[in-house]
């Protein structure tokens, strides 16, 4: 009876310490770069934090228009606001790795990134449709 009884105890030993042997842990190196890298990312973001202002101000007009100059600073200083609050948390907090593994807590990451205009697609697709209509009148 005993002998029926190890074999599934052994079986579940087995089992359940091999994904425990097979995890690559991390080498301290990399998650002291990775906490590095996240506490500079916070303070930069706290620091820079009031250049969201005319950032989102100036996207807001190219995106909008006319409309964009009343909703554009609205929404500058919600954005101020935010990337501040999550550029104290990401300092304050950059011993924790969350969200995700040190990731960014805001897209983009800075606030000097992410001001080139959005492509549109919809030219690029209408020229290609209109290309391949003429190839295939010919």
Same mark, same amino acid.
């Given at each position: +009876? ?9 079986? @579940?030993?087995?089992? @359940? ?5 097979? =995890?690559?842990? &991390?080498?301290?190196? !990399? %998650? ?7 506490? *500079? =990312?916070? @303070?930069?973001?706290?620091? *820079?934090? /009031?250049?969201?202002?005319?950032? &989102?101000? +100036?996207?807001?007009?190219?995106? !909008? ?13 919600? !954005? *101020? @606001?935010? =990337?501040? %609050? %999550?550029? !104290? ?8 790795? &969350? ?5 960014? +807590? /805001? ?13 549109? +697609?919809?030219? %690029?697709?209408?020229?290609?449709? *209109? ?8």
């Amino acid at each position: +009876m005993k002998s029926n009884l190890l074999l599934p105890a052994l079986l @579940l030993a087995v089992v @359940l310490t091999v994904p425990v042997l097979v =995890r690559a842990d &991390q080498q301290p190196e !990399m %998650i002291a770069e990775k906490m590095a890298v996240k506490f *500079t =990312r916070g @303070l930069a973001n706290t620091a *820079t934090c /009031i250049v969201e202002l005319p950032k &989102q101000s +100036m996207l807001t007009v190219r995106d !909008m228009g006319g409309a964009g100059y009343l909703v554009g600073p609205a929404k500058g200083v919600i !954005m *101020t @606001l935010y =990337r501040g %609050i %999550i550029g !104290m948390t990401e300092a304050l907090f950059f011993l924790v790795p &969350q969200p995700g593994y040190y990731d960014p +807590m /805001i897209e983009p990451s800075y606030v000097w990134e992410g001001w080139e205009p959005k492509r549109d +697609m919809s030219a %690029i697709s209408s020229q290609n449709s *209109t290309a391949s209509s003429q190839q295939e009148a010919h």
